[in-house]
């Protein structure tokens, strides 16, 4: 363990020193605590996206690490409104209609905007994190050999919208774990590594955790994955349009969308984004392929997951 944990030290102090950026995305999580450590020294900026009107979990770590870290840290609080704007758009560019991804990446959209309109031409992400060292909750409890298939098939397909969100916006995204040497280093880690019983306990990410346990506060160290929806705040969205959009209103929508264009909505907010999804790009309907998503028709290949309309598994 000691020989995995120098080289994933080594290559990701290498990673950060080479990110050009003066901003941070930072969550109050492991992956971006670690690259705040890294980078203490040059003291960047610290910008937390946090929804001001639902429950976010990411405020107090995000004051935390910014005040071990000694950096300046913008705490940006949006409106229901501006995320509602900020979710057009990220529709827009990532040409989907996937709950989750949406609210999750619409925190995203939102940093990159604000990072150009804060004259930032380049934010630093932790994306890349869970996928190689086993950060989602859903790893957990696999035997060690689902494990180790589980980790190469997300590696295999892992995508980052980030990226086309900074592309949209005229943002270059760096992002120190998508580093080919953390990569390497990444695929060199045996599964019995990365998902590990601590203390009672079985966590994703383990041997990071242990790497820097000493380098960060402990409660973040050992803080359970919070996905950006819940950090921000964004989760309180699915609560938003079950409010919102009624149950006959809902009902009466999704015969009219199965019976225009054969796409089964399974949710009062996919059906806000699919509304939103429609108007921009029309039917998500791919009659060119044989291999399709059960519910919106989209060709989906030999995956399991649906990338147009978030659907798992099919």
């Known amino acids: ?12 102090e290498e990673s950060c020193r080479e990110c050009k950026s003066n901003l941070i995305s930072l969550s109050g999580g492991l992956d971006s605590s670690i690259i705040a450590y890294f980078l203490k020294k040059r003291k960047p900026n610290a910008l937390a996206v946090i929804a001001e009107d639902f429950v976010s979990t990411d405020l107090t770590y995000c004051q935390m690490i910014a005040k071990e870290m000694q950096l300046p840290l913008t705490i940006f609080s949006v409106k ?3 995320i509602l704007e900020a979710i057009e758009e990220t529709i827009k560019i990532l040409r989907n209609f996937n709950d989750i991804e949406i609210r999750n990446n619409v925190v995203m959209y939102l940093a990159i905007k604000w990072s150009k309109e804060n004259g930032e031409k380049s934010i630093i992400t932790g994306d890349g994190a869970d996928e190689l060292f086993a ?14 298939k589980e980790i190469k098939r997300i590696c295999s397909v892992m995508h980052f919208p980030t990226q086309k969100i ?7 995204i760096e992002s120190p774990f998508l580093n080919e040497k953390v990569i390497r280093v990444a695929e060199r880690v045996p599964a019995n590594l990365k998902v590990k ?3 009672g306990k079985r966590y994703g990410k383990w ?3 242990k790497t820097f346990e ?9 803080r359970e994955k919070s996905p950006m929806q819940d950090g921000s705040g964004t989760a309180g969205l699915t609560d938003l ?3 919102v959009i009624g149950e006959e209103q809902f009902v009466e929508k999704k015969l009219t969308v199965e019976k225009t264009d054969g796409v089964v909505i399974r949710s009062r907010e996919s059906m806000y984004y699919y509304e939103i999804f429609r108007k921009l790009f029309g039917s998500p309907v791919d009659s060119k392929s044989d291999e399709l998503c059960p519910y919106c028709k989209h060709s989906v290949g030999k995956s399991k997951f649906c990338r147009m309309c978030g659907a798992f598994p099919i």
């Open 1 to 12: 363990m000691d020989e995995f944990s120098q080289s994933i030290y080594t290559s990701l």
């Open 80 to 82: 229901t409104a501006e």
């Open 135 to 148: 950060g989602y909750s859903f790893l957990i409890n696999k035997s060690e050999e689902e494990l180790e």
């Open 166 to 172: 900074g592309k949209a916006l005229g943002v270059s």
């Open 197 to 199: 019983e601590e203390n």
């Open 207 to 209: 041997i990071l955790r």
């Open 214 to 222: 000493k380098n960060i506060p402990q409660q973040i160290a050992w």
């Open 241 to 243: 349009f079950n409010t």
